[in-house]
């Protein structure tokens, strides 16, 4: 079953991690996949592994901080493809943000908002006139558990936080032109970009005690969300923030009950 079959999909942050397994799920859906990565080395990588299993998928360098980059994005894709029919924004940053807020400078504060929050602001802005175009369309943004008050990173809650808030915003003004907008909320997902965070020290991922499961999660878990809400399958599905943590929110929950 090609749940996603003549969809033509945009991945921000598809060179690695979290995105490239939404890109490798959605091509084998059926999708067209454009791989969107400021890294030139790991979004060909993303292309090569998906055209190796049979999908189609092509390659666009972009910063989404940069809004001459998404333009070009979104028009080079319509130019190719003939339409956009689904936008995942999984384009983040997450290092350098455990300090307490008076010790955060204006420097990583903005460097944090520009990609987290700004670039999907960027990405929604060139892309939704071609989805009004095309009569419908699916936005899927990645947020965090964060966005939800799990953990201490201030600046990288506050982006999630509001990149959840942009998507109801959207699901909002949209829902009556057929296009969706959803966010998944990620707990611990073990990617090259955590595994980075916790070698340097600048992020403690939650312990496998404080999960539901015996587990991290995978990219390829918060893949399987995002083809869902992608999908036709979830059509009557907008403004939610799907929480994929392996209940991690919940247990903490329960444990500040207790306490």
Same mark, same amino acid.
């Given at each position: 079953?090609?749940? $996603?079959?003549?969809?033509?999909?945009?991945?921000?942050?598809?060179?690695?991690?979290?995105?490239?397994?939404?890109? &490798?799920?959605?091509?084998?859906?059926?999708?067209?996949?454009?791989? @969107?990565?400021?890294?030139?080395?790991?979004? /060909?990588?993303?292309?090569?592994?998906?055209?190796?299993?049979?999908?189609?998928?092509?390659?666009?360098?972009?910063?989404?901080?940069?809004?001459?980059?998404?333009?070009?994005?979104?028009?080079?894709?319509? &130019?190719?493809?003939?339409?956009?029919?689904?936008?995942?924004?999984? @384009? !983040?940053?997450?290092?350098?943000?455990?300090?307490?807020?008076?010790?955060?400078?204006?420097?990583?504060?903005? =460097?944090?908002?520009?990609?987290?929050?700004?670039?999907?602001?960027?990405?929604?802005?060139?892309?939704?006139?071609?989805?009004?175009?095309?009569?419908?369309?699916? #936005?899927?943004? #990645?947020?965090?558990?964060?966005?939800? !008050?799990?953990?201490?990173? @201030?600046?990288?809650?506050?982006?999630?936080?509001?990149?959840?808030?942009?998507?109801?915003?959207?699901?909002?003004?949209?829902?009556?032109?057929? #296009?969706? @907008?959803?966010?998944?909320?990620?707990?611990?997902?073990?990617?090259?970009?955590?595994?980075?965070?916790?070698?340097?020290?600048?992020?403690?991922?939650?312990? #496998?005690?404080?999960?539901?499961?015996?587990? =991290?999660? /995978?990219? &390829?878990?918060?893949?399987?969300?995002?083809?869902? $809400?992608?999908?036709?399958?979830?059509?009557?599905?907008?403004?939610?923030?799907? $929480?994929?943590?392996?209940?991690?929110?919940?247990?903490?929950?329960?444990?500040? =009950?207790?306490?």
């Amino acid at each position: 079953m090609n749940r $996603l079959q003549g969809k033509v999909s945009i991945i921000t942050g598809a060179g690695s991690g979290i995105g490239r397994g939404i890109a &490798e799920k959605f091509a084998e859906e059926g999708s067209i996949v454009v791989v @969107a990565d400021a890294s030139p080395a790991g979004g /060909e990588e993303t292309v090569e592994l998906i055209r190796a299993a049979g999908g189609t998928a092509n390659f666009q360098q972009v910063d989404v901080t940069k809004a001459e980059d998404v333009e070009r994005l979104a028009q080079d894709t319509i &130019e190719r493809y003939g339409e956009i029919s689904v936008l995942v924004n999984n @384009a !983040g940053i997450s290092s350098g943000d455990t300090l307490r807020i008076h010790e955060v400078t204006e420097e990583a504060w903005d =460097r944090i908002m520009n990609v987290n929050l700004k670039g999907v602001f960027f990405c929604c802005k060139y892309v939704l006139p071609a989805m009004l175009e095309r009569g419908g369309g699916s #936005i899927v943004n #990645i947020a965090s558990a964060a966005a939800m !008050g799990m953990g201490p990173r @201030a600046a990288y809650a506050a982006s999630k936080g509001g990149v959840a808030s942009l998507t109801r915003s959207i699901a909002f003004q949209y829902g009556e032109y057929n #296009i969706r @907008a959803n966010a998944i909320c990620p707990g611990p997902v073990d990617t090259p970009m955590s595994r980075a965070a916790r070698a340097n020290g600048t992020y403690k991922q939650a312990p #496998i005690v404080d999960l539901c499961v015996d587990r =991290r999660g /995978e990219p &390829e878990d918060i893949a399987y969300a995002a083809l869902y $809400l992608a999908s036709d399958e979830s059509k009557y599905v907008t403004s939610d923030m799907m $929480l994929v943590d392996g209940g991690a929110m919940r247990l903490r929950a329960e444990q500040f =009950r207790n306490n």
